[in-house]
């Protein structure tokens, strides 16, 4: 393993900053611990990390080629993650404005099932062509091609981890009581925020 740990160590450097950069990742993750709390946030975290794993498998399965060279497929991939985005930021838009506080709290204590927020996370994940140009830039110009499949395997299994414990740390933080009341001080135009963040980003993926 020490023969490949230079390509590893680019590897690690890039998928940090990858990860790190604001995206639908952090948007949704974001929504989840301020609407949903720690719990809701972490489940989203993991499905996230979880979506890694849909990138890592086509690449080693050669679909990440196929998907470089054919045009029509990938516009279709994109296109389905935009429609998804969008679908996100229309529910967060027609969040209805509650009459009082008390009502707001109310809203927000009815949380989503484990397997709603772990859903949420891996589609937001698994759909964004960000992440499919990420993989195919890295499995097709960094790792070389000499590179044993166990290897990079062990390269994709890290990257999954390593986003799941990212944003299993964001949750913890803006999960945080004084964090989440920041934002339920805005209540409804926070949520209205989120969705237009969630529209642009699909309509960036579109444009």
């Known amino acids: 393993m020490l023969v ?3 390509e590893f160590i680019l590897i690690a450097l890039a998928h940090f900053f990858a990860v790190a950069s604001p995206g639908p990742d952090f948007a949704i993750v974001l929504k989840q611990s301020v609407q949903q709390g720690r719990a809701n946030a972490l489940w989203t975290s993991f499905g996230v990390g979880l979506g890694i794993l849909v990138h890592v ?3 080693l399965l050669g679909v990440a080629l196929l998907l470089s060279q054919s045009e029509t497929l ?11 985005l969008a679908y996100l930021g229309v529910q967060a838009l027609r969040y209805a404005k509650p009459n009082s506080e008390q009502e707001n709290i109310t809203e927000h204590a009815v949380t989503e099932s484990n397997w709603t927020a772990l859903k949420r996370g891996f589609l937001v994940n698994a759909l964004n062509p960000k992440a499919t140009l990420f ?13 044993p499949s166990s290897v990079q395997l062990f390269y994709g299994v890290y990257m999954a981890l390593a986003t799941w414990a990212w944003f299993s740390f964001l949750s913890l933080v803006l999960s945080k009581t004084r964090v989440r009341q920041f934002f339920r001080r805005a209540g409804h135009w926070f949520d209205r925020g989120i969705g237009v963040i969630m ?9």
């Open 4 to 6: 490949y740990l230079d």
């Open 57 to 59: 498998s086509y690449c």
């Open 74 to 84: 990938f516009t279709a991939v994109k296109y389905l993650a935009a429609l998804y």
């Open 135 to 147: 993989f195919l830039s890295l499995f097709t110009l960094v790792i070389e091609p000499t590179t």
């Open 199 to 207: 529209l642009l980003l699909a309509v960036r993926l579109v444009v």
